[in-house]
Structures are given as structure tokens and as C-alpha cells.
């Protein structure tokens, strides 16, 4: 009997080890590794003279002359930019000379059709989208002296000083001028 018992045990005990050992499970294991990167807006803004050529100082101006100065801003960022651009032209008398200066005489050609004036601003009303050659349309093409100019100009300088800024174009707005007021740059 004993021996019957120890039999029997071995053999259930070999039949739960056969049983468990040969257990088998289907299993599956997937690691991803995600990476959100935010873009950027960085715009430039560039300058033109004759032809292609990128803008330089003109000495030796006369009376009468259209001097060729095409001013644009570029997308070199990842998103697409609102772009809003300010002018400010300044005449300065030869040393010396105390000449009132007419400042009607010299004359900025401006390209409104995409450009909107408000508040000081000239709004690029279309998005400025990223890529190799994307650039807004001009929002001057040129610097008209009058041909009235006497001999008070001479030696004047004219400077004209352009500040640009953008701001995104993603959940802002649906136009330049409906951007959020607190989303462009603050004037330094």
C-alpha cells in the first residue's frame, strides 16, 4: 500500500510538472519613441537694388533720379509668419548748411497691393509660408528724388530706416491686421 501511494504520487507528481512545463503563451512587446519638435518663425528682411543685386548706400544722388530699393521680408523659419514692417525716412542738411528742407521732395514707391497701413504698420496681409523662395511682395520699390530739388540738397542725407517683425501664422488670426496684439514683438 505504501508503495502504491509513493507510485501514485510520483506520478501525479510527474504529471503536474509534464502539464506546467508545457504551459505556452502567445506574448507581444512594442516600445515607440516619439519626438515633438515646435517650429519656429524667423523671417529676414532683404533688400534690393538694380536687378537682383541686394541693396547698397547710393552716393552722388542727383535731382530727378529714382533709386531703386525694393524692400521685402523672407521666410527662412519652419512656420508660416504675419509680417508687419515700419518706415521711417529722416533728411539730414549738409554740415553746416541750417536750410529748411522740403521733405515732400523725396518720395517713397510704395506697392500697396498686398500692404496694409494701420496704426504705423504696413501689414503683409497673406501668410508668408516657410520655403527656398518665399518671399512677401515689395513694400517699397523705390526712392524718388523731385526733380525741384535746388542746391540746398546737396550733401543731404537721406536715410530710411525699416523695422520688420512677424509672429505666426497658426491659431492667430485670419490676417496680419487680426493678429493678437500681444503675439508681435515688443519695440525695444
Not at 548706400?57 to 535731382?63: E, N, R, S
Not at 550733401?155 to 496680419?176: E, Y
Request: glycine share 8%; aromatic share 8%.
Amino acid at each position: 500500500m505504501k508503495k502504491k501511494l509513493i507510485i501514485f504520487l510520483v506520478a501525479a507528481l510527474v504529471l503536474c510538472l509534464t502539464v506546467a512545463g508545457t504551459a505556452a503563451y502567445f506574448t507581444n512587446d512594442v516600445k515607440t519613441h516619439n519626438v515633438i519638435t515646435s517650429g519656429n518663425v524667423k523671417v529676414d528682411l532683404v533688400e534690393f537694388g538694380e536687378g537682383d543685386q541686394l541693396f547698397e548706400d547710393v552716393k552722388g544722388a542727383m535731382p530727378g533720379m529714382s533709386i531703386a530699393k525694393v524692400v521685402k521680408a523672407k521666410n527662412v523659419g519652419t512656420g508660416a509668419a504675419w509680417v508687419r514692417m515700419k518706415l521711417d525716412m529722416s533728411i539730414t542738411p549738409a554740415e553746416g548748411s541750417d536750410a529748411e528742407l522740403d521733405p515732400t521732395l523725396v518720395s517713397l514707391v510704395m506697392e500697396s497691393e498686398n500692404w496694409v497701413e494701420k496704426d504705423g504698420w504696413y501689414y503683409y496681409e497673406k501668410p508668408l509660408m516657410p520655403g527656398v523662395e518665399s518671399y512677401t511682395e515689395p513694400l517699397i520699390s523705390a526712392v524718388k528724388l523731385a526733380e525741384g530739388m535746388g542746391n540746398e540738397w546737396q550733401n543731404v542725407t537721406i536715410t530710411i530706416d525699416v523695422l520688420m517683425q512677424a509672429t505666426q501664422v497658426a491659431n492667430n488670426g485670419t490676417s496680419a491686421t487680426d493678429a493678437a496684439p500681444e503675439s508681435w514683438p515688443k519695440i525695444k
